[in-house]
């Protein structure tokens, strides 16, 4: 089954920069949509940033300019990368992914619900 694999978490200083990763391991179609979003304590979880199969990207305001995705790697990849890190974008991280379809058509029909999920990985930003 579908396991969304993450990597690249750690701790960095304020300034800084980190990229995470994550790949829809065994996914035999692509992805619909993929985003990451992140979870401080004592905070909801809250969308950082998320890709549509027809490109479209959004990002949380708190990150414009900052932080950017990708998906150079194949439609089942997420890439984050984060610049000028501040110690409040201290959080778990998580990728998520909608569905998995055979054709860009057949994304049209599903909502953008996030399915899949990782297990998240842990970014520090220390000042």
């Known amino acids: 089954q579908v396991q969304m694999v993450e990597s690249g978490g750690g701790s960095v200083q304020a300034g800084g920069s980190l990229k995470l990763s994550c790949v829809a391991s065994?996914?035999?179609?692509?992805?619909?949509?993929m985003a990451w979003y992140r979870q401080a304590p004592g905070k909801e979880r809250e969308l950082v940033s998320s890709?549509?199969?027809?490109?479209?990207?959004r990002y949380t305001e708190s990150v414009k300019g900052r932080f950017s995705v990708s998906q150079e790697h194949g439609r089942n990849t997420l890439d984050l990368q984060m610049n000028s890190l501040k110690v409040d974008d201290t959080a778990v991280y998580y990728c998520a992914a909608t569905a998995f379809r055979y054709s860009d058509q057949e994304c049209q029909r599903v909502p953008d619900e996030y399915n899949y999920w990782g297990q998240g990985i842990q970014v520090t930003v220390t000042s």
């Open positions: 065994r996914a035999i179609y692509s992805s619909c949509g």
């Open positions: 890709i549509r199969w027809d490109g479209t990207t």
